[in-house]
């Protein structure tokens, strides 16, 4: 299993940004996905799950918010819109196999890409 992020960099706030993340060595369209995040000095943090053919998405109290989780089944790629950026976005943004983990843990997580919010 490799997953690979890619998008992040430096956004003013106010901002949009589209992430990516390219799987391969599993049969992604089998497989639900997530998307987590970890801003300096906390935790991981889930931010969103999508099932397997992208109809069931989900997010933090049922509410999509400035974040839009998608996927591309054909390409093998999973993205995470993010709207209006604010500082406290500023984290490394990580892609996962599989759907909403209770405890975070995921057996498989990319290396992640650093999104930085700051004009």
């Known amino acids: 299993v490799h997953l690979v992020e890619s998008g992040g960099g430096l956004v003013p706030p106010g901002g949009s940004l589209t992430l990516s993340c390219v799987a391969s060595g599993f049969d992604f369209s089998t497989s639900g996905m997530t998307w987590l995040r970890q801003a300096p000095g906390k935790g991981l943090e889930w931010i969103s799950s999508?099932?397997?053919?992208?109809?069931?998405?989900y997010y933090p109290n049922g509410e999509r918010g400035r974040f839009t989780i998608s996927r591309d089944n054909d390409k093998n790629t999973l993205y995470l819109q993010i709207d209006d950026l604010i500082p406290e976005d500023t984290a490394m943004y990580y892609c996962?196999?599989?759907?909403?983990?209770?405890?975070?843990?995921?057996?498989?997580r990319g290396q992640g890409t650093q999104v930085t919010v700051s004009a």
């Open positions: 999508i099932s397997m053919r992208g109809g069931g998405k």
């Open positions: 996962a196999k599989g759907g909403q983990s209770k405890t975070n843990e995921y057996a498989y």
